[in-house]
T-cell receptor
Framework: GDSVTQMEGPVTLSEEAFLTINCTYT??????LFWYVQYPGEGLQLLLK?????DKGSNKGFEATYRKETTSFHLEKGSVQVSDSAVYFC????????????FGDGTTLTVKP | DTGVSQDPRHKITKRGQNVTFRCDPI?????LYWYRQTLGQGPEFLTY????????KSRLLSNRFSAERPKGSFSTLEIQRTEQGDSAMYLC?????????????FGPGTRLTVL
């Protein structure tokens, strides 16, 4: 079945540091890929997505590129802020009739001033 | 606010009791999903509806769990004879199914604690 593997956390960075959170996936067919974020006390919300190979999703300074050859979708940000502290989930959607999502276990990011 | 809502936000129950959760999706969304999330893990798919039809159920969904979406709008998830292992966050999400990359919009979740 489909699966998503994320870099284990927690990750602690200083403000303005560079962020990478690794994500690799296993899927049959051609999934769409997502990063969701969960801020403290809030629900999951979509951060960015990519629907085909070599697509780059971007939002709020975060980026991730759909790499079919390495089955990866790593999340990056050039300069993190304290407000980026949250749990980040990588996910794939199977693009079959169901469209259900498979999630990684999440990576907790803490950014210190 | 026209996002996905869930009720209740928290539920504490004793083992063996039945509980029911409600989800109100975004009004024009035709798909509704239920997920379960335990501490330190990502959401796990339970079941989904297209309009009022329940089209898929995960193997995680034992026969004590039942979900309905009677008019293709709100949905309920019932757990009968709750067990301590049912303690988790139950998430509802909705989407407008078109083609690839349909974004799912999540509700705040219902946190269930079974004593």
């Amino acid at each position: 079945g489909d699966s998503v593997t994320q870099m284990e956390g927690p990750v602690t960075l200083s403000e303005e540091a560079f962020l990478t959170i690794n994500c690799t996936y296993t899927a049959t067919g051609y999934p769409s890929l997502f990063w969701y974020v969960q801020y403290p006390g809030e629900g999951l919300q979509l951060l960015l997505k990519a629907t085909k190979a070599d697509d780059k999703g971007s939002n709020k300074g975060f980026e991730a590129t759909y790499r079919k050859e390495t089955t990866s979708f790593h999340l990056e940000k050039g300069s993190v802020q304290v407000s980026d502290s949250a749990v980040y989930f990588c996910a794939l959607s199977d693009n079959t009739n169901a469209g259900k999502s498979t999630f990684g276990d999440g990576t907790t990011l803490t950014v210190k001033p | 606010d026209t996002g996905v809502s869930q009720d209740p936000r928290h539920k504490i129950t004793k083992r063996g009791q039945n509980v029911t959760f409600r989800c109100d999706p975004i009004s024009e969304h035709n798909r509704l999903y239920w997920y379960r999330q335990t501490l330190g893990q990502g959401p796990e798919f339970l079941t989904y509806f297209q309009n009022e039809a329940q089209l898929e159920k995960s193997r995680l969904l034992s026969n004590r769990f039942s979900a309905e979406r009677p008019k293709g709008s709100f949905s309920t998830l019932e757990i009968q004879r709750t067990e301590q292992g049912d303690s988790a966050m139950y998430l509802c999400a909705s989407s407008l199914h078109r083609d690839r990359g349909n974004e799912q919009f999540f509700g705040p979740g219902t946190r269930l604690t079974v004593l």
